[in-house]
């Protein structure tokens, strides 16, 4: 009998092996084309980011997995820009949202972000998800950011420079 319990354990215990070492992290690839270019304002999706381990993204491939992007803002205009939170949203296949970006609190999700300064010559980097993906876990008893539905997104961001604001329109199509 004792055999049997140790046959059976060894079993599960190298199927767990065998099935975690067959299903490697697959690295996601984008498609990404961008209108209204603002003069001196450079706008780069990094990455995107993905919920769950790869047994999670198998298993919800219909549904979609992408938590957000990361995104770089490098301004070569000569003046002070600004990305305006509030103007800007992000669109999946259910709807279209507000954006919430790294370092807002969680707690005010559901408000928009302040503005972002860029000083001539500088960078800044941001991760950018929607604004309805961020919730409070009772179980976890932390806040999650659930992954947006589908694989194709736009990425509609304001960019203020001298008083006049532009309108970066990025479509992304992740590539699973």
């Given amino acids: 009998m004792k055999k049997n319990y140790f046959i059976f354990i060894f079993s599960i215990l190298a199927f767990c092996f065998i099935g975690c070492a067959s299903t ?9 084309s961008s209108n209204d270019d603002v003069p001196g304002i450079e706008v780069n999706i990094l990455k995107a980011n993905a919920f769950g381990d790869s047994w999670y993204q198998s298993a919800h491939k219909e549904k979609g ?3 957000g992007f990361d995104v770089e803002f490098v301004n070569n205009s000569g003046k002070v ?9 992000i669109s999946d296949s259910d709807n279209t949202h507000m954006v919430f970006i790294s370092g807002q609190k969680y ?3 559901n408000e928009a972000a302040p503005d972002s300064a860029i ?3 500088a960078k800044l ?13 009772s ?6 950011v ?6 194709d997104f736009t990425l509609l961001l304001c960019i203020n420079v001298d008083g006049t604001d532009y309108y970066v329109t990025k479509q992304i199509k992740v590539n699973i």
């Fill in 119 to 121: 000083p001539n010559g």
């Fill in 125 to 137: 980097k941001k991760q950018v998800c929607s604004a309805d993906s961020v919730q409070w876990s």
């Fill in 81 to 89: 820009a600004k990305v305006v939170w509030a103007n800007s949203s």
């Fill in 24 to 32: 490697p992290k697959k690295e996601l690839t984008m498609d990404i």
């Fill in 146 to 151: 659930h992954e947006m539905v589908g694989y």
């Fill in 107 to 109: 707690l005010k999700a």
């Fill in 65 to 67: 997995f992408i938590t």
């Fill in 139 to 144: 179980l976890g008893k932390i806040w999650v």
